[in-house]
């Protein structure tokens, strides 16, 4: 038997905002309104100037999306999804990006994005060894280590087409245009930034 309308739309307003989005997506009944928009805004603490631009940043996991963060032990914490920092990093080219037999490490150059993290890093009294220069450029830079990890979630997009992938080594020495990176925000046990890399999208 199929619950009615109503009842799902009282439902709807309890849920957390990740669950109501893959609601609005199921179908036109239960799409995002913009008193949705205002209501998740004021929730989840964004800016209400433009609250659909603000819950989209959260949704993605855009880092300009992020505005409130503090520290909570060994983990940098986003105050709007009360969960550990984890944000997507901008696109990177494959040359910026190095692989040796024990490492994959990825150099993400956007001015931004670098500004991004050493400002966290200023505001958490923390140390930013991830903002390296490389060939006179400045950028936010993140390892694998390939012998410690050895599957991670990859996307491969190529054209309208995608593929998942999870075989880390296999992927890597694979050619590819642009990459990004989910990144978790951690502090190592000598006050330095580490970014923990959990996913990977590719551009082919």
């Not at 984890?86 to 490490?105: A, E, F, G, Y």
Request: glycine share 2%; hydrophobic share 40%.
């Amino acid at each position: 038997m199929s619950l009615p309308y109503e009842v799902i739309d009282i439902i709807l307003l309890f849920c957390r905002l990740c669950d109501r989005y893959r609601c609005s997506i199921m179908g036109t009944r239960f799409k995002f309104r913009r008193k949705d928009w205002q209501r998740y805004s004021t929730l989840y603490r964004v800016s209400s100037l433009d609250s659909r631009e603000s819950v989209r940043s959260l949704l993605c996991r855009e880092y300009k999306g992020q505005v409130s963060i503090s520290r909570r032990m060994n983990v940098l914490w986003s105050n709007h999804l009360c969960a550990p920092l984890v944000v997507w990093s901008p696109w990177t080219l494959q040359k910026c990006c190095r692989k040796t037999t024990k490492k994959m490490v990825f150099h993400f150059r956007q001015l931004h994005f670098i500004n991004f993290v050493r400002n966290l890093a200023r505001l958490h009294n923390i140390k930013t060894s991830c903002l390296q220069h490389v060939c006179l450029y400045e950028s936010v830079a993140t390892t694998i280590w390939l012998n410690n990890t050895k599957r991670m979630e990859m996307w491969i997009f190529k054209g309208p087409h995608k593929k998942r992938r999870f075989r880390l080594e296999n992927t890597l020495n694979k050619m590819f245009y642009r990459a990004r990176a989910l990144l978790e925000f951690r502090i190592s046990s000598d006050q330095c930034l580490v970014l923990k890399v959990r996913k990977l999208e590719f551009l082919v």
